[in-house]
C-alpha cells in the first residue's frame, strides 16, 4: 500500500507489483502453445510466431492477435470536434442516447398504424416508414400516422423511386410548424439504382431537397443507403467506399442547384450495416466519419456525418431465428459504441416474414437493455484508445477511400454501377467459399444445427425491388439443403439419412462422430449411428480415433461396401487416411457444402 505524501496522494501504479513483460517474452509463449497444438513442430522456431495467429478480412486488412502501443494510428481527435472519429457531437449519446428507430413495412396501414404507436409508447423515439412497392401505399400514410405526434418523433420515409409521391404526402400529413418537423424524406436514387438498375432520378431528388432545406429546416431529405453494397455481399472497406461516392454525388448535385456546402451535408443522413463482428462495426462507423469529414472539408465545410446504423439482413436467418437475437445485439453494441446517432434493430424474424408484436418487443427492449440497465450510452467513445480500434480504424479508413477514389476515377458511382456490381461479386464468392469451407461459421445453421427444430411461421414479406445489386443471405445455401430435407420429409415421412459407423466405444469415436453429425445435419441430413453391423445400407461415414483407424479403418470399409454401402465417407484427412479404400472424407476445413451436395446425389441414386 502506498502512503501519500504531504503534497497530494502518491501515483497509483496499476499492476506496478507485477514483473514487465516484453514482446519477446510474450512471442516465446505463444510458440509453446503453437507446439502443442501441433501448428509448429518440436524445436521449431518462428521468427513472428503471432503471423500464425493472424487473420485477413475481405478488405486485406490483417488482424493481429496482440496490438500494443507501437501499433500506430492518427489521434482521434475529440468528440464533436473533426474530424469527428470519435463522435459527432461533444457529449455522443450520454445525455439522452441514441435514437431507438424502428422499421415498419406492413402493407396494411391500420396494422403499421397499431405497430407504430406500440414501439413510439414503448421505447422507439422514431419510425422508419417503407412506402410504395414493398410497404404501407403511399395513399395510406395518413392512417399508418394517425396518432402520431410528429412534432416529437421523428418519420424517416423509404419509397425508393416514389420518393416524391410520398414526400408530397407526407407533408400533408404533417400537423406542426414546419421548424419543428424531423426525420427524413428518404430521398435516394443512388439507392434505387442500385437495387433495381433504374437510372436515377437526381433532378427530381435535388429539385425536392432544395425545396425542403427552405421549408422545413430541421427535416433531412437525402439517406445515403449503404445497405444494398452490403447486402451484396460486400466488404465493410466497400460499404465504406459506395457510400463516400454517393454522398459526394449528392453533394455536388446539390452545391450545383445553388446550397452552399454547410447547407448542403445538413441534408444528408448515412445509413450504414451494423453486423455481429463487433470490432468492426465499430471501426466502420467511426471511419465514416473521419473520411465523410474530409470530403467536406476539402469542400470547404468540415461537417459531421449523421449515422442510422441498422442491423444486417445478410447475416439474419431463417433456420434457428432466436439465434439472430444474440446477433443482432452484437450488432446494435457495436452501433452504440461506434457512435451511431440512431440504430434499428432488425426482428429476430425478419429474414421469414413480416414481424409479430412479440419480435418488434424483443427489437425494442435489445436496445432499451443496452440504453438503461447497461447505461451503453453514458460513455462517450467507450473503444476509443483501445490500440485495436484505433488501428482498425485506420487500416478501414484507408481501404474505403483508395475504394472511393477507384469510383471516382471510374466517372462516379452511376458510370462505375458494373465496377461495383464486379467486385461485390468477387467479395461474395470469396466470402461463399469461406462458409463453405464453415471457416465463416453460421451457428444454427452451418453449426449446431437442429434438425428438429419447429418452424417459425409469419405473414410473407411484400416482394421487394429487384433487378440491380443481388440481395444475398450468408446462411442461403445451407437453408436450401435443409428445405430440401423438409420436403423429402413431407413427401416420403422420412429425412436421407448417412449412417454413422462408429469404431471403438463411445469415448473413442465421440469426437468426429459429433464432428460428422454436425456437418451432414447442417444440410438436412439426419445422422443414425451404431456400429459397422448395424448399416442398414444407402451412404455411411466411419468414425472413430486414430489408433483405431490405424488397425480398423480398412476393414470396416470393406465391410460396409459388401454391405451394399453406395458411398462411404470417413472423418478424418485424406492425406492420412486415403489408403482405408473410403470414398471420400470429411473433415475441419472441407468444403461442406460440396460434401452435402455430393451425398444428395449418392441418397438420389439409392432411391
Keep these: 500500500m502506498t502512503t501519500p505524501s504531504k503534497t497530494g496522494p502518491a501515483e497509483l501504479s496499476l499492476a506496478g507489483e507485477f514483473p514487465q513483460v516484453d514482446r519477446a517474452q510474450w512471442r516465446r509463449s505463444v510458440e509453446s502453445v503453437l507446439r502443442k497444438s501441433g501448428v509448429l513442430g518440436e524445436g521449431e522456431r518462428h521468427d513472428s510466431p503471432e503471423d500464425l495467429l493472424a487473420t485477413t478480412t475481405y478488405d486485406g486488412i490483417t488482424i493481429s492477435p496482440l496490438y500494443t502501443a507501437d501499433d500506430a494510428a492518427p489521434a482521434g481527435g475529440f468528440p464533436g470536434i473533426a474530424p469527428y472519429v470519435r463522435g459527432g457531437t461533444p457529449d455522443g449519446s450520454a445525455t439522452d442516447g441514441w435514437d431507438v428507430r424502428q422499421r415498419h413495412a406492413d402493407p396494411d396501414p391500420a396494422v403499421t398504424n397499431r405497430e407504430v404507436l406500440a414501439d413510439l409508447e414503448n421505447g422507439a423515439g422514431s419510425v422508419w416508414l417503407v412506402l410504395g412497392d414493398g410497404g404501407v401505399p403511399i395513399a395510406g400514410l395518413g392512417d399508418a400516422l394517425n396518432g402520431v405526434y410528429l412534432d416529437l418523433a421523428g418519420v424517416v420515409l423509404d419509397a425508393g423511386a416514389e420518393f416524391a409521391a410520398a414526400a408530397e404526402a407526407y407533408f400533408e400529413v404533417l400537423d406542426v410548424q414546419p421548424s419543428t418537423a424531423t426525420g427524413n424524406l428518404g430521398i435516394d436514387p443512388l439507392g434505387v439504382h442500385a437495387r433495381t438498375g433504374t437510372a436515377p432520378d437526381l433532378e427530381a431528388a435535388v429539385e425536392l431537397a432544395v425545396r425542403t432545406s427552405r421549408t422545413h429546416q430541421k427535416l433531412r431529405a437525402i439517406v445515403v443507403d449503404a445497405l444494398p453494397y452490403h447486402d451484396a455481399g460486400g466488404s465493410d472497406a466497400e460499404e465504406l467506399g459506395c457510400s463516400l461516392a454517393a454522398g459526394v454525388t449528392y453533394l455536388r448535385a446539390l452545391t450545383a442547384a445553388g446550397l452552399d456546402v454547410s447547407a448542403a ?42 449515422q442510422h446504423a441498422v442491423t444486417s439482413s445478410a447475416m439474419l436467418t431463417q433456420r434457428d431465428p432466436w439465434v439472430n437475437m444474440l446477433r443482432t445485439t452484437l450488432a446494435c453494441f457495436a452501433a452504440g459504441v461506434g457512435g451511431a446517432d440512431s440504430v434499428t434493430v432488425q426482428t429476430f424474424d425478419a429474414a421469414i416474414g413480416l414481424p409479430d408484436p412479440f419480435s418488434r418487443r424483443i427489437a425494442r427492449n435489445t436496445q432499451a437493455l443496452l440504453l438503461e440497465e447497461s447505461h451503453l450510452g453514458q460513455v462517450i467513445d467507450p473503444a476509443g484508445g483501445s490500440w485495436y480500434v484505433e488501428r482498425l480504424t485506420d487500416d478501414l479508413a484507408r481501404a474505403g477511400w483508395a475504394w472511393f477514389q477507384e469510383i471516382e476515377r471510374a466517372g462516379g458511382l452511376v458510370e462505375a454501377f458494373p465496377l461495383v456490381r464486379d467486385r461485390l461479386a468477387a467479395t461474395w464468392q470469396r466470402r461463399g467459399e469461406n462458409i463453405a469451407h464453415r471457416k465463416d461459421a453460421l451457428t444454427g445453421v452451418s453449426e449446431f444445427p437442429n434438425l428438429a427444430e419447429k418452424p417459425v411461421r409469419r405473414k410473407p414479406l ?63 441430413i439426419e445422422t443414425p449411428a451404431g456400429s459397422v453391423g448395424d448399416f442398414p445400407g444407402g451412404v455411411a461415414c466411419v468414425c472413430s480415433s486414430d489408433k483405431l483407424y490405424a488397425e480398423e479403418a480398412a476393414a470396416a470399409v470393406a465391410a460396409l461396401k459388401e454391405a451394399g454401402a453406395t458411398h462411404v465417407f470417413l472423418a478424418g484427412s485424406p492425406k492420412k487416411w486415403a489408403d482405408t479404400g473410403a470414398d471420400a472424407f470429411v473433415f475441419a476445413g472441407c468444403d461442406a457444402l460440396s460434401v452435402l451436395h455430393a451425398t444428395y446425389q449418392q441418397l438420389g441414386a439409392t432411391k
Design 265 to 306: 451535408a445538413n441534408l444528408l443522413e448515412f445509413r450504414y450495416a451494423a453486423t455481429a463482428d463487433q470490432f468492426m462495426t465499430i471501426a466502420k462507423l467511426r471511419a465514416a466519419r473521419r473520411l465523410w469529414t474530409r470530403v467536406t472539408q476539402v469542400s470547404g465545410a468540415p461537417s459531421a456525418q449523421l
Design 462 to 524: 411484400p416482394p421487394a425491388p429487384t433487378g440491380g445489386l443481388p440481395k444475398v443471405r450468408y446462411a442461403q445455401a445451407f437453408e436450401e439443403l435443409r428445405d430440401r430435407s423438409d420436403a423429402q420429409l413431407a413427401e416420403t415421412g422420412s429425412r436421407p439419412q448417412v449412417f454413422l459407423a462408429t469404431i471403438g466405444p463411445v469415448a473413442v469415436h465421440t469426437a468426429r462422430s459429433t464432428f460428422a453429425a454436425n456437418l451432414f445435419n447442417a444440410g438436412g
